[in-house]
């Protein structure tokens, strides 16, 4: 078997790691256009919660999984296209042969339109290179400002604050979380995070991020200004389609697969930030192991569906722990309080569709139980 995998994120070391459990023989090649260095990208916003320097977040140098999995890494190699006809990837540094070709090359930030004269110094972090700057623009940063109220903003937020920072957080919506959590349960991490030190811009966009004397001066959509040191977006994720469209595989929100793991084309599979599973999209780490194992299977001759269990979100929030299921649109959430929390369970036709823990987790496993 010749296995290319383009990425070596999550996606593509579990994948290539199961792999080699199955198939001593198997000749794998890794193509990644970064130092293929494998690190935590969870570990990116509560490292300075756990005290770690970025390259202590670094779990296997290359070289080391290279040996380890007895791999072929091709690292700073950009793959430019995917020739289906000839079977080969192109990429920045010659043509690459697969019997068959998974795609495990992630998503990309977005990016809002922003005005203003420093718009392009906006942080990004979805990888821990970004990551290497933010750390380093942190030194000398003490006000940060965090666009995008979501997972990862509220994940940051929590996490500046453990190395002291002036942190205000700002988004469209009326409460943090806003497209994972209903109001109730919205409003309360809210709450909780403000009394750790979280201040709160919401129902606000940036409309313009400019140079001042020191730092950044913002400008809301209402007009209002305030200066910061530091500015980071986490405004969500754009899975990386353009190649895979390019070769004509089917796209939507991800490269679209099926219960196998298989794109259009039955030789090329799609694995992990980047990929569609049926409707949905899992930009998650459980969902990687979960489709790696079974893909792992399928790659090597045990057509093998992936099948996922009930898998919770976790928030990296040490102020306010949250875990969750969401629920369908039209469920009706009925929350009741816990000690130093909130209990909300999700209802849709006399079933429990789905669960939200706020502050201690001990309950976590049995709501799980309970969504059977
Ligand atoms: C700050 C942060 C915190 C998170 N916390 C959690 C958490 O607590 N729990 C959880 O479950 N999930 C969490 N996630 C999400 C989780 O980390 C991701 O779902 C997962 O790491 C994605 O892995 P991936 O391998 O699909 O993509 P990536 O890690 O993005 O890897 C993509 C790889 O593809 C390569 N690549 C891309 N394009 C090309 C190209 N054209 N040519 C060559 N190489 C290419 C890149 O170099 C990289 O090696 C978090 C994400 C972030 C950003």
């Not at 970025?54 to 070289?63: K, T, V, Y």
């Not at 990929?275 to 979960?290: F, S, V």
């Amino acid at each position: 078997m010749n296995l290319v995998i383009v990425g070596t994120g999550m996606a593509g070391y579990t994948l290539a790691r199961e792999v080699r459990k199955k198939d001593p023989a198997a000749r794998i090649t890794l193509i990644t256009r970064d130092s293929g260095d494998s690190y935590s990208k969870p570990m990116l916003s509560n490292a300075l919660a756990v005290g770690k320097a970025p390259e202590q977040l670094i779990q296997g140098p290359a070289a080391k999984m290279a040996a380890q999995f007895d791999l072929h890494l091709m690292v700073q190699t950009q793959v430019l296209a995917i020739d289906r006809e000839r079977a080969q990837v192109r990429t920045d540094q010659g043509s690459v042969s697969y019997d068959q070709l998974v795609l495990a090359w992630g998503a990309e930030q977005l990016h809002l339109p922003t005005g203003g004269d420093a718009a392009d110094s906006i942080q990004r972090v979805n990888h821990i290179d970004d990551y290497q700057q933010f750390r380093a623009s942190l030194a000398t940063a003490q006000r940060v400002a965090i666009i995008g109220p979501g997972l990862i903003g509220c994940e940051f937020a929590n996490d500046l604050l453990h190395a002291n920072k002036q942190v205000t957080v700002i988004g469209p919506g009326s409460w943090p979380l806003s497209s994972l959590l209903p109001e109730t349960a919205g409003r309360y991490v809210q709450e909780k995070l403000a009394a750790a030190g979280v201040q709160w811009q919401l129902g606000q966009t940036v409309a313009r991020v400019d140079r001042a004397e020191g730092g950044y001066q913002l400008t809301l959509s209402n007009d209002e200004r305030f200066e910061v040191d530091l500015v980071l977006s986490a405004v969500g994720l754009k899975p990386n389609v353009t190649l895979a469209a390019e070769a004509d595989l089917k796209v939507a929100r991800g490269v679209v697969v099926n219960p196998l793991g298989q794109t259009t084309d039955p030789r090329i599979f799609a694995l992990g930030d980047c990929a569609q599973y049926g409707e949905r999209w899992l930009p998650y780490i459980l969902p990687i192991m979960h489709a790696a194992r079974a893909m792992a299977a399928t790659l090597t001759g045990t057509p093998t569906d992936i099948v996922f269990p009930q898998m919770p979100v976790a928030v990296k929030t040490p102020a306010v722990p949250i875990s969750l299921v969401p629920a369908p649109a039209g469920a009706s959430w009925r929350f009741v309080e816990q000690e130093d929390g909130l209990v909300g369970r999700a209802q849709l036709d006399d079933r429990m569709v789905g669960f939200i823990l706020l502050g201690p987790q001990k309950l976590r496993q049995s709501l799980v139980q309970e969504l059977g």
